[in-house]
């Protein structure tokens, strides 16, 4: 019974603040059904399109989101080499073959002399 009442009351709003609207449906629907009848079904159909056209881009963000999380997951099991996908918390060591060199050139950074304090 509420469910009725509410739809009359919001019937009555629309017809209040859209009295011109109103008045040309009614004139349209006595004097021309035919006229009427093929502006709602286009009315109709391009309300089908936009809801058809929202449940297409929903499917397709939905997936490319599923796919970007699977990336990133396994992105982040894979160390900087690339080599495969390793524990959480494993350590690995590379030893460069047999490199004697320096890797960093004399010239580079700045000498710091560190001297401890002792507290008494």
Known sequence: MNLIISLLAG????????????LVVVIL???????????ASAVFYIICAIVV????????????IRRMQREFTEAQYTDSTGSGAGREGEVRIRMDGGRTGKRINDGVGDYVDFEEEKNS
């Open 11 to 22: 019937i009555v709003s629309f017809v209040r603040r859209n009295p011109i609207f109103c």
């Open 29 to 39: 629907a006595v004097g021309a059904p035919s006229l009427l009848a093929g502006i």
């Open 53 to 64: 056209a929202m449940l297409i881009l929903g499917l397709v963000l939905r997936r490319k």
